[in-house]
């Protein structure tokens, strides 16, 4: 069973849909940990599932690097150690070995960038949900981007972090075809209808091994 830390800065809606999935006893991932960067209106999801959450405020450190060594203090105090030895042990109910991570740390509306050395320390057991087809429309504006390039199509990404910003090995996309005239608010929430069941289903792959993470 993969255990998951989400991290979140806003709705939470990614989260909420983890956290729909797992209610299925098949479904291979388990949220061990809510991690937000602020008062994020999604961890009510956290307190409703009864979910461990904490708040972790990059402001209250005095640099990046030592907000980051919270982050992973956080994340093992939960129990929560990605690194590359850390496979999943468990034995397969078809016979074949089991070499999937333990753990994973899933950015989902976090709207922080995260430190290098905590990036690189947890490499490749960290993933992102973006909005957009990357490597088109990278960052915090990757809707509004879209929508200014007068692009045909858009999408959502989910891929592993690296340093850059949106630049990790991509994972899976799901494209959706962008409508005349349609503004940033309607199109993010299509993006995002896309985007959930895209996580989910990324991060079951995942656990059960069918997609392999790439190497160090
Ligand atoms: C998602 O579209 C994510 O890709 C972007 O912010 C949105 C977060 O949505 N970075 P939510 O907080 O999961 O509802």
Same mark, same amino acid.
């Given at each position: 069973m993969l255990k998951i830390a989400v991290l979140i800065s806003g709705t939470g809606s990614n989260l909420q849909a983890i956290l729909q999935a797992q209610k299925n006893p098949d479904y291979p991932a388990r949220v061990a940990l809510v991690l937000a960067d602020r008062d994020a209106p999604g961890l009510q999801h956290a307190?409703?599932?009864? +979910?461990?959450?904490?708040?972790?405020?990059?402001?209250? =450190? #005095?640099n990046r690097a030592d907000w980051g060594e919270k982050l992973t203090e956080t994340l093992a105090a939960h129990e929560i150690t990605p690194s590359a030895g850390d496979t999943d042990k468990t034995a397969r109910q078809d016979g074949t070995?089991?070499?999937?991570?333990?753990?994973?740390?899933?950015?989902?509306?976090?709207?922080? +960038?995260?430190?290098?050395?905590?990036?690189?320390?947890? =490499? #490749?057991?960290?993933?992102?949900?973006?909005?957009?087809?990357l490597p088109r429309y990278p960052g915090a504006h990757a809707v509004c981007d879209a929508l200014t390039a007068n692009a045909k199509q858009t999408g959502a990404t989910v891929h592993v972090i690296d340093t850059g910003i949106d630049t990790g090995p991509i994972l899976r996309q799901t494209v959706l075809n962008i409508k005349p005239g349609e503004?940033?608010?309607?199109?993010?929430?299509?993006i995002k209808n896309v985007e959930r069941p895209l996580l989910v289903d990324t991060i079951a792959r995942i656990a059960n091994g069918t997609l392999?993470?790439?190497t160090r």
């Open positions: 307190r409703d599932a009864n +979910i461990p959450h904490e708040t972790v405020r990059p402001t209250k =450190y #005095p070995p089991a070499h999937p991570p333990a753990c994973l740390i899933v950015s989902a509306g976090f709207m922080r +960038i995260l430190p290098p050395g905590f990036v690189t320390r947890h =490499y #490749p057991h960290i993933i992102n949900t973006h909005p957009a087809l503004n940033e608010t309607s199109l993010h929430e299509r392999t993470l790439p």
